[in-house]
């Protein structure tokens, strides 16, 4: 597939915006997949071209919140296991099954994740925890896995939930997590030819850029102004849901 120079640019621009509010929250899928589809990328090819390069990208918003990363470094190897193999069977899912059935749902699950950051976070840490919080990585990843939209919202909702530290450190961890599902999910389906290179290399560009300056930006921010922007853009990320869903 070839582009032209302007469309080449709205994808640079496009990935930028979009990891820059996955490093935030979540919902960068619903900047960059409209623009796919308006230069003419088949759906499912869209979203696969999508996870490679917010794959890629992510890796700016990683490194823009090592600091944070670093003061949960064992938790943050243990939660990448049900990560992994949640993301696996959601690309695998992505592969063999259609879109659609997820329309009516995503904004039911953005929602209620960002309601569950309106309570106070808990300080206690239960003893059964792990397991719980296991099983909840792992849907939320088998979501990430086949389409991905909102899911930053999931995580941080299910990480909170749990208490893996406070905010900066959970949404770093959050950022680690959103590129490992997104790499899983990108192997499995560049190896079924769903992935073009021309897009996917415009998009890990402006990803890459809107990664590091937001997740840098992050660090420097309150616990509360990261709650508060996280909380803002997971309910209009779900009211923007519900009206596409309504309207179109």
């Known amino acids: 597939m070839e582009l032209n120079a302007i469309e080449a640019i709205l994808l640079i621009i496009a990935a930028l915006f979009a990891v820059a509010v996955n490093t935030i929250t979540g919902g960068g899928t619903l900047v960059t997949l409209p623009v796919l589809l308006a230069i003419g990328v088949p759906l499912r090819q869209a979203v696969s071209i999508n996870m490679v390069a917010l794959a890629i990208g992510g890796i700016g ?9 670093k003061k949960n470094s064992k938790t943050s190897l243990l939660v990448l296991i049900p990560t992994a193999l949640g993301a696996a069977v959601g690309a695998i899912l992505l592969v063999i099954t259609p879109l ?3 329309e009516f749902i995503i904004p039911v699950l ?3 994740s960002t309601l ?3 309570a106070p976070q808990s300080r206690r840490r239960l003893s ?3 397991i719980l919080s296991f099983a909840a990585i792992f849907l939320v990843a088998i979501y990430g896995g086949f389409f991905g939209a909102g899911m930053g919202v999931m995580l941080v909702s299910v990480l909170t939930i749990f208490n893996y530290g406070e905010m900066h450190a959970v949404n770093s961890l959050k950022n680690l997590q959103q590129v490992f599902i997104n790499a899983i999910s990108a192997i499995i389906l560049m190896q079924n030819g769903l992935v073009l290179l021309e897009p996917t290399l415009f998009l890990v560009i402006g990803g890459l ?3 590091y300056a937001t997740g840098k930006y992050l660090e420097r921010i309150s616990a509360k102004a990261l709650r508060f922007l996280m909380i803002s853009i997971g309910f209009t990320l779900s009211a923007v849901l519900t009206v596409r869903l309504l309207v179109f």
Not at 61 to 69: F, M, R, T
């Open 209 to 211: 850029i809107g990664g």
């Open 128 to 130: 059964y925890r792990w």
């Open 110 to 112: 953005v929602f209620v």
């Open 61 to 69: 918003s990683v490194w823009g919140g090592l600091e944070s990363l």
């Open 116 to 118: 569950s950051l309106l």
């Open 100 to 102: 659609q059935y997820l």
